[in-house]
């Protein structure tokens, strides 16, 4: 049973299609990566999935069924605007919060004590929330969002404002998630925290999808036919590449259609040359979106 | 627990501890108590003088010279204007005055004093009538007569059934006092309660915390919990005076006397008073959700609130009319008027008779208001809950409304 399947949804405000008839599917024990520009639908998206906003048309079932109260239990949101309860203590605020997420005060507070102390924040829960900085209050915000151990936990730009060591931690703890069989929706611009983090993509535009499946696939379809070579000595003349481009640090060898990366491997090791770096120049997501978004807008 | 339970539980437990809240509640209590030590220490320093004043006059019309003794004032005969006028500047006495020769025909007493005065003191004038009509009536009419005439009036009125019996609510003033205090305090609990239902969405909006609430919870569940919650915050607000108000009385009975017998609450008041608190108060509570939901601030929330806010105390702006004609078809209409009705059906209960057929409709207008004012809120908060930025004018509204 896949932790999220939407079909076919259409959101629209004053004609303008927001989302325009998109189809996915996310498993369980995978982190998605919901990717697109600033303004493409993703956030529009995923209030489509929490029920926050109505599907103009089109449907989605989370955890094999529509969203009903009950199984809201089953979901952890993190907006991409963050915010709590300026006033209310860090343990207050998570309590309360964990509470409509159908926790009990004892096993909330257990809960949140855990995870104050493993977010090395434990110090700071009886403070105010307006005493926090904001990457702290992000981080309270994240607790609150997988206390209550959801089954698909949803986050729209989750790196956004930390700083490095805490953008390590949020990291590690998606990573758990998805060893411990949730499903991670990760709703991002950040081409490169998705490439590091996920198993598949959906990459929307306009409105519409424009990339989606395995990370490793779609990167693979993209993978140009040239390669990433460093190494000491003189290349000369090589069979089978037709153009060659020197980089910092590095040389890129465009092949002709004939030639594969192993001949051209066994080539230079056949003249004794001693090789640093052979890789199979790979773009990254961003270069594909690009070239993606590009295409569509030609 | 239902979620809303939750939310109503939180939000209680978070308004009853705000600091405005605390300080409002304790304040009507702590401010009445000082006005009535305030009265009372006036009460104290203006007592009515025990020491004889003494008060010149010159009789140059002639007759005027028994009865020269009026309570604590005693007049004292000048046979001149000058010789009144040496003592009142030796401070033999406080003042004088002269009845001229064409009194009789005239009117006029002409009075002269030391203090500037915008009126002359009551006690004053009252003695020098009656020392007037004393001496005017003496020998004419009995002394029982002379005293009637000096005070002609006691009106005692009573309030008949439609059958001719004794009504057992009787009218006056302290009928009015208990229907008064529930309008006031309904009137007030409208306004706090509102702005804390507009402060707390506003700011959950504002700070985006709503898109964490509503994947947990359903916008019926948000407002219902919220609406109740901060309600009965309000309605603790209310209790915590009213339970006030019988010390308060106590406390004041000294200095108000006998008035507080006279207090009377009307009959079936208690039913209608809280059946009109309670629908006064969610309809006002349920329209608040519905501007918080289209503001884009807490500041633009309170300002488009207040505009219905203001016909919940409108009724005390044209409060002497009412009390003048408290029956005008006028009052009758804004009776039914869902946002004046609570206020102004109580204050009617405490000036007259409310026909049954006036409750019976008002109360239906206000509990289908209630129910379609509540299915109102929870589509603007879904509709506009998640629009920042801009605030949508009617036509936007009424469009969304219409396609939703």
């Known amino acids: 049973m896949p932790a999220v399947e939407v079909n076919h949804i259409v959101k629209s405000y004053a004609d303008k299609a927001v989302v325009n008839d998109l189809s996915f599917s996310v498993a369980q024990g995978e982190i998605f990566g919901l990717i697109g520009p600033n303004g493409a639908g993703k956030t529009t998206t995923i209030r489509m999935m929490m029920d926050i906003i109505k599907a103009d048309s089109g449907e989605v079932t989370i955890l094999g069924e529509k969203l009903s109260e009950a199984s809201k239990n089953k979901l952890g949101y993190m907006p991409e605007e963050r915010g709590l309860y300026r006033k209310l203590r860090v343990i207050d605020s998570i309590i309360y919060l964990s509470s409509l997420k159908g926790m009990d005060r004892k096993s909330a507070t257990e809960k949140a004590n855990e995870l104050l102390s493993q977010t090395g924040m434990l110090a700071n829960k009886r403070k105010k929330i307006e005493e926090l900085s904001k990457g702290m209050g992000q981080i309270i915000q994240f607790i609150v969002t997988i206390i209550h151990d959801p089954q698909l936990v949803i986050m729209d730009e989750p790196f956004a404002g930390l700083d490095p060591v805490n953008t390590e931690l949020l990291k590690g703890m998606f990573a758990d998630l998805r060893n411990q069989g949730k499903a991670v929706i990760l709703s991002t611009h950040q081409m490169n925290q998705v490439e590091e983090l996920c198993d598949r993509i959906l990459m929307i535009n306009n409105g519409q999808a424009v990339l989606y499946g395995d990370l490793s696939e779609i990167k693979a379809r993209y993978r140009g036919n040239s390669v990433l070579l460093d190494c000491k000595g003189e290349l000369g003349e090589i069979p089978g590449v037709t153009d060659k481009r020197t980089r910092k640090g590095y040389t890129e060898l465009t092949l002709d259609g004939e030639a594969t990366p192993q001949q051209v491997l066994e080539r230079l090791v056949s003249r004794g040359m001693l090789i640093n770096r052979f890789e199979i120049a790979t773009p990254s997501l961003n270069e594909i979106f690009l070239e993606v978004a590009g295409k569509n807008h030609g | 627990m239902d979620k809303a339970l939750l939310i109503f539980r939180h939000e209680f437990l978070h308004t009853i501890k705000r600091t405005g809240f605390i300080i409002l509640t304790l304040a009507l209590p702590v401010l009445a108590l000082l006005a009535i030590g305030v009265f009372q220490l006036i009460s104290g320093i203006a007592k009515p003088p025990t020491e004889v004043t003494r008060i010149g006059y010159v009789d140059e019309a002639g007759g005027f010279d028994q009865f020269a003794t009026q309570g604590n004032i005693t007049l004292v005969r000048f046979d001149t204007p000058e010789a009144a006028t040496q003592s009142l500047i030796k401070k033999d006495i406080n003042e004088y005055f002269v009845i001229p020769p064409d009194y009789i025909s005239a009117g006029i007493i002409n009075r002269y004093t030391v203090q500037k005065e915008v009126t ?223 206020v102004l059906v109580m204050l009617r209960l405490g000036m007259t008779g409310v026909p049954a057929w006036q409750l019976t409709v008002s109360m239906a207008v206000l509990v289908l208001s209630i129910v379609g004012g509540l299915l109102l809120a929870a589509k603007l908060l879904r509709t506009y809950i998640l629009m920042y930025g801009k605030r949508p004018n009617l036509g936007e509204i009424i469009r969304n409304l219409r396609s939703g």
């Open chain 2, 120 to 342: 002359p003191p009551s006690a004053t004038a009252t003695a020098i009538k009656n020392f007037l009509s004393s001496n005017l009536l003496a020998g004419k009419v009995p002394a029982t007569t002379v005293a009637r005439i000096e005070a002609p009036l006691n009106l005692v009125t009573t309030t008949l059934t439609a059958t001719g019996n004794v009504a057992t609510e009787q009218g006056g003033l302290g009928n009015l006092v208990v229907p008064g205090v529930f309008g006031l305090l309904l009137a007030l609990a409208i306004i706090f309660s509102s702005t804390y239902l507009l402060q707390g969405l506003g700011e959950e909006k504002e700070n985006r915390l709503i898109e964490i609430l509503l994947s947990s919870v359903s916008t019926r569940q948000l407002i219902t919990g919220k609406v109740l919650g901060i309600g009965a915050a309000g309605l603790a607000q209310v209790v915590v005076w009213v339970v006030s108000i019988p010390f308060l009385l106590n406390l004041a009975s000294s200095s108000i006397g006998g008035f507080i017998s006279t207090i009377q609450i009307p009959a079936n008041f208690l039913v209608l008073g809280v059946t009109y608190f309670i629908l006064g108060y969610l309809l006002f509570a349920v329209l608040s959700a519905g501007v918080a939901a289209i503001s884009t601030t807490v500041r633009e929330g309170q300002g488009l609130a207040s505009i219905f806010t203001l016909f919940a105390i409108a009724p005390f702006w044209f409060f002497s009319l009412l009390l003048a004609f408290p029956n005008s078809p006028i009052w009758v209409v804004f009776s039914i008027f869902p946002f004046s009705a609570p």
